[in-house]
């Protein structure tokens, strides 16, 4: 039965298990609610990059800082067509597109809906992460056909003004309530090591898993370290704790995809595939998260086949517990024909 009415206490109780317990609880309930071996790939540009107006201490593309990272003018509609057919042919089946926006503007909108059916059109999930948004703008990105929206909350309600200033904590939350009135699904998480405590990484897990319903995708982040922001000299997280995370994640939000996101770079194959033992389903394909380095896409795909994965090759309509077993059931039952297949084991991918 999925909960909403987590308490911060409860959570820190879940997240401080005996390691081997916590994994175990985590994988368990994976296996009883996706397929256990099923990896879903996405992939994220950065379609207006730099020069962005809020003050987030960990941000290259923040204004407030000197971090040397160049400003760069919306792409053009070819450009991300064509991006977005490279991450197709990598393995993606949803597309992302960021803006460094505190918010996009109504004449922006309709580049926006044109992006966005363009991307639909190739057949992939089209996700977008644009900042605030209004209802009326909600509504014309759901129109054009707009399946996921990223909007994180970055961390805990209580450490959350230690990290950002020009925006509050309640403005992220209006946000979601937004996309989910106008029936977009929601992309929302947080970064860990930005100095909080295990009590803010619990509040902020609760915040996620109380939203009713669950968010469809939860990235976590690990602190990718960016000379010329605040946050350039904190503290490296022990990686186990990150995995606890994500562990605590799976098993408060049970039907999310967790999503394994920014800072892989720094995390050991071995330590991408405890996490993924321990919940997330999700990488992001590609060299770049928006402006911030990636793991090579060939390292992604050794791993892949080296853990016998298999890859989501088209997203989810209906629920991720629906999806599954129909699937599942029919690769079970050997009556599927090649079109009803929605996954293929990546060995026989990387032989074509």
């Known amino acids: ?23 175990y609880k985590a994988q368990t309930i994976h296996r009883a609610n996706f397929n256990a071996n099923e990896l879903h790939l996405s992939s994220l540009l950065s379609i ?16 407030h800082y000197q971090t040397n990272q160049p400003s760069e003018k919306l792409l053009d509609k070819n ?26 503007k109504d004449s922006d909108m309709p ?34 056909g707009l399946d996921y929206y990223n909007h994180n909350i970055d961390t805990s ?6 990290i950002i200033s020009t925006r509050t904590f309640n403005d992220r939350l209006e946000t979601l309530k937004v996309l989910r009135k106008c029936g977009i699904k929601i992309c929302t998480g947080g970064i860990m090591g930005m100095g909080e405590t295990v009590r803010d990484r619990a509040s902020f897990l609760k915040t996620l898993a109380n939203l009713d319903p669950h968010p469809e995708s939860v990235p976590i982040n690990l602190l990718v370290k960016i000379p010329g922001t605040p946050l350039a000299e904190v503290n490296d997280l022990d990686i186990l704790e990150f995995i606890r995370v994500i562990a605590t994640a799976r098993i408060i939000m049970p039907k999310s995809y967790i999503r394994l996101s920014a800072g892989r770079t720094k995390i050991s194959r071995e330590a991408q595939t405890l996490a993924i033992m321990a919940g997330s389903n999700s990488i992001f394909l590609g060299c770049k998260l ?15 086949k080296d853990l016998g994965l298999i ?4 997203d989810n309509a209906k ?25 293929i084991k990546l060995n026989d991918l990387l032989k074509e």
């Open 290 to 304: 928006l402006t911030t380095q990636n793991v090579d896409n060939n390292d992604d795909l050794k791993l892949i």
């Open 157 to 162: 309600e209580e450490f959350y003004d230690h």
């Open 319 to 343: 629920t991720p517990m629906q999806e599954q077993n129909e699937i599942l059931g029919k690769i079970h039952d050997n009556k599927a024909s090649s079109n009803d297949h929605k996954c």
């Open 111 to 144: 580049f926006l809906v044109d992006v966005i059916k363009m991307v639909k059109a190739l057949g992939l999930n089209a996700c977008m992460t644009l900042g605030m948004l209004t209802e009326s703008q909600a509504k014309m990105l759901k129109e054009a």
């Open 79 to 104: 450009t991300i067509l064509e991006k977005a057919k490279l991450a197709k042919d990598a393995g993606a089946t949803t597309f992302c597109m960021g803006a460094a926006w505190r918010n996009p």
């Open 311 to 314: 890859t989501t090759i088209k």
């Open 48 to 63: 207006k990059t730099g020069s962005c107006p809020e003050d987030c201490k960990y941000c290259p593309q923040s204004a």
């Open 1 to 23: 039965m999925l909960r909403h009415d987590w308490t911060t206490d409860e959570i820190l109780e879940i997240m401080q298990m005996p390691f081997m317990d916590l994994i």
